[in-house]
């Protein structure tokens, strides 16, 4: 995968497929540090030990009709090669919690990608799963919670038309809210 945030949209893919009711993902930029930190944390069924050792292997995975798993294993080897590190904590029951972290300068480090269509993605994602999105940089944050867009939608499906329209409004414009909190020359 050639950007940061298509690995994003794999994990969460799987967290829904594990059962999550409630997703986390959170974008950490610190320039002083030179560091980018992404997280996505799940509420879903979790790994046992024994999965936990093989979910780094891309030759494994859970999902039926599959033969390979390269999601987990393409991020943990992007970011060892940017001399970053990909850390899986997971308990069965619990939820499953993936962090990764790169140097922000380092040549090899793919763009970050698409954040306008990645949230809109997530948005739509909560269809099946509630979404805390959150964008932290030098301090600041954008958070973005699915939980209160339904409280305003009511019982009004993300999917119905007027709704979809809704939705790709106020995301461009919080997204203009960031590029404009957040512009890319620091």
Do not use: C
Not at 45 to 72: A, H, Q, Y
Not at 121 to 143: C, H, P, Q, T, W
């Amino acid at each position: 995968m050639d950007e940061l945030l298509l690995h994003v949209l794999d994990i969460v893919q799987n967290s829904i497929s594990a059962g999550a009711s409630l997703i986390s993902v959170e974008i950490r930029e610190r320039i002083k540090e030179d560091l980018l930190e992404i997280t996505v944390e799940d509420n879903g069924r979790g790994m046992d030990e024994e999965t936990l050792k093989m979910v780094e292997d891309p030759f494994f995975t859970t999902k039926s009709g599959k033969k390979v798993g390269l999601g987990i294993p393409l991020l943990k080897q992007t970011a060892l090669s940017t001399g970053g590190d990909l850390k899986v904590k997971s308990q069965a029951g619990k939820g499953t919690r993936i962090k990764a972290q790169f140097p922000r300068s380092h040549i090899d480090l793919p763009p970050l990608g698409d954040l306008r269509g990645t949230i809109l993605a997530l948005v739509y994602a909560s269809e099946r799963a509630d979404i805390l999105f959150r964008y932290l940089k030098n301090g600041r944050e954008l958070v973005l919670d699915t939980r209160e867009i339904k409280a305003i939608l009511n019982d009004v499906p993300l999917s119905h038309p007027s709704v979809i329209k809704f939705l790709r409004e106020f995301i461009n414009e919080k997204v203009k809210e960031l590029e404009r909190i957040f512009p890319e020359q620091d």
